[in-house]
T-cell receptor, first 111, second 119 residues
Framework: KQEVTQIPAALSVPEGENLVLNCSFT??????LQWFRQDPGKGLTSLLL?????REQTSGRLNASLDKSSGRSTLYIAASQPGDSATYLC??????????FGTGTRLQVFP | GAVVSQHPSWVICKSGTSVKIECRSL??????MFWYRQFPKQSLMLMAT?????????EQGVEKDKFLINHASLTLSTLTVTSAHPEDSSFYIC???????????????FGPGTRLTVL
């Protein structure tokens, strides 16, 4: 059974810092991995999608890497801003179309 | 990008009543839709996979008689919480895939969620 864990569970940093959020999964047989952002009481916004054959994806200040063999992904946020404050979720697709979500990292960036 | 809507965005009901939540894909057809629930400060847990024209597939531990799912068209799936109790209070989120494949690399498009509070 696929299990997805995220570390840290919560993070509070001053504006401008570069951040690394970690995601690990127990079964390396995945199709892809996604990073999402969720604002309080809201749905999910897809940030980055990494296919199983890819090593990383970049979008603006965000960079996500994937090491499938070791069951790990990292989300790197450069020059963090207060607007980046949200919960970040990683999810893997490994059984048909089902997404298995991680436990989430609650990020707060203060001015 | 593709848009998925949910209705209502929030609902408050009395214990013992039934509540229906709709999930619609607005600008694409979705053979497969997914229903998740999320408790406060926790992650999303998949409840069931809804396939158009056939019975939903429920995850282990989810009561199919309590959470009725109907996917009658390629743009609409509904989740009915029957005989709701306070412990059913949660945030329910649906998602829709563009199509179903044995090996898929497509993303899912998520609805904005429905906040259910059972008194």
């Amino acid at each position: 059974k696929q299990e997805v864990t995220q570390i840290p569970a919560a993070l509070s940093v001053p504006e401008g810092e570069n951040l690394v959020l970690n995601c690990s999964f127990t079964d390396s047989a995945i199709y892809n991995l996604q990073w999402f952002r969720q604002d309080p009481g809201k749905g999910l916004t897809s940030l980055l999608l990494i296919q199983s054959s890819q090593r990383e994806q970049t979008s603006g200040r965000l960079n996500a890497s994937l090491d499938k063999s070791s069951g790990r992904s990292t989300l790197y946020i450069a020059a963090s801003q207060p607007g980046d404050s949200a919960t970040y979720l990683c999810a893997v697709r490994s059984d048909g179309d089902k997404l298995i979500f991680g436990t989430g990292t609650r990020l707060q960036v203060f001015p | 990008g593709a848009v998925v809507s949910q209705h209502p965005s929030w609902v408050i009901c009395k214990s013992g009543t039934s509540v229906k939540i709709e999930c619609r894909s607005l600008d694409f057809q979705a053979t497969t839709m997914f229903w998740y629930r999320q408790f406060p400060k926790q992650s999303l847990m998949l409840m069931a996979t809804s396939n158009e024209g056939s019975k939903a597939t429920y995850e282990q531990g989810v009561e199919k008689d309590k959470f009725l799912i109907n996917h009658a068209s390629l743009t609409l799936s509904t989740l009915t919480v029957t005989s709701a109790h306070p412990e059913d209070s949660s945030f329910y989120i649906c998602s829709a895939g563009l199509e179903y494949r044995a090996v898929s690399t497509d993303t899912q498009y998520f609805g904005p969620g429905t906040r259910l509070t059972v008194l």
